[in-house]
């Protein structure tokens, strides 16, 4: 029992001893192991057990894939500043572990440096317009360049993304105003077509208004004329001559047109000599002015017909 007694101290430094050197590491986490100052191994995710006071966990790397953002201020090609905003993300290759622990001391900076560098290599020779169409072209750029640059520390680079392009305010105040003229010049430009489609449409409806209203007058002249025609005839039938039965009606359509006058107030009335001769006189005047005309008109052909042959007669010579 005294035996017993004397080893419980020693029992219980080997049980301390055993918990100091039993260490775990979580899932996508590597740590690295020095054994006396100098590297040793790396262990991955499970129990593991190291010497106490011999060995010691120099460091835990994490393996999942991390995100780093960085704001860039510069200017592009038409002399305007621009912030840029990419976010990389990368992750430590598997494999390579020991050269992204013991090469590079802050990956943060270097990254960030070489996305200053590429972006104001090459946001330069772009107009503020480029950098919004191209932005997927810097990206690209700045990948490959970080892709080159890392892989060497141990660093792959997933994605390269420019999330976001923030010029000037003055710049976008002016770009709101560019394009809020550029909308209303394309609003009068509506309006226009507008206008325009309305006046030929009302055009063509008063055109077409106007071909029916001559139509129709021409269809009253035409059944006045049938109506006249046919009183002629009719009076014709009864011993009337053709101007008497003129005469007859035009007497008769003069006191129509009396009585018509008569029932409206607000009518201006020209008075014709109103005697028994009067139709009578009326028609012989009309037809004298129609035959003097066509007698004219028969002259004017006549000595038109005599200009064309004097005109081929000195041809001919």
Do not use: C, W
Not at 74 to 91: A, C, P
Not at 144 to 156: D, I, K, N, P
Not at 181 to 191: P, S
Not at 193 to 198: G, M, P, T, V
């Amino acid at each position: 029992m005294e035996s017993l007694l004397n080893f419980l101290p020693l029992l219980f430094l080997g049980f301390i001893l055993l918990m100091t050197g039993l260490f775990t590491v979580k899932q996508q986490t590597a740590v690295v192991l020095e054994r006396l100052g100098k590297f040793h191994s790396i262990r991955y995710p499970g129990l593991h057990f190291k010497i106490p006071f011999v060995d010691r966990v120099a460091g835990r790397t994490n393996l999942k894939i991390q995100q780093l953002d960085v704001l860039v201020e510069t200017k592009t090609k038409d002399d305007v500043f621009v912030k840029l905003k990419v976010s990389v993300q990368y992750n430590i290759v598997r494999e390579s572990i020991y050269d992204a622990f013991y090469k590079l001391e802050n990956s943060h900076d270097q990254i960030t440096s070489y996305v200053f560098d590429v972006i104001r290599a090459e946001v330069p020779k772009m107009k503020l317009d480029d950098v919004f169409v191209r932005k997927d072209d810097v990206a690209i750029a700045i990948k490959t360049e970080l892709s080159v640059a890392m892989g060497e520390y141990g660093y792959q680079i997933v994605k390269a993304l420019v999330t976001d392009i923030d010029p000037d305010e003055s710049v976008k105040v002016s770009m709101n105003r560019i394009n809020a003229a550029e909308r209303e010049k394309v609003a009068a430009e509506y309006e226009a077509e507008a206008d325009k489609i309305r006046i030929i449409a009302k055009a063509k409806a008063e055109a077409e208004s106007k071909r029916l209203q001559g139509q129709g007058i021409a269809d009253q002249r035409r059944e006045i004329a049938k109506g006249l025609e046919d009183s002629v005839e009719v009076l014709n039938q009864v011993g009337i001559n053709s101007q008497e039965a003129s005469a007859l009606i035009v007497v008769t359509q003069h006191y129509d047109t009396l009585q018509s006058m008569a029932d409206s107030s607000n009518s201006n009335l020209i008075m014709l000599p109103n005697n028994p001769n009067a139709g009578s006189d009326m028609l012989s005047q009309m037809t004298a002015s129609f035959i003097a005309s066509q007698q004219m008109g028969e002259t004017l052909k006549l000595q038109e017909k005599q200009k064309v042959a004097e005109l081929r007669q000195g041809h001919n010579k």
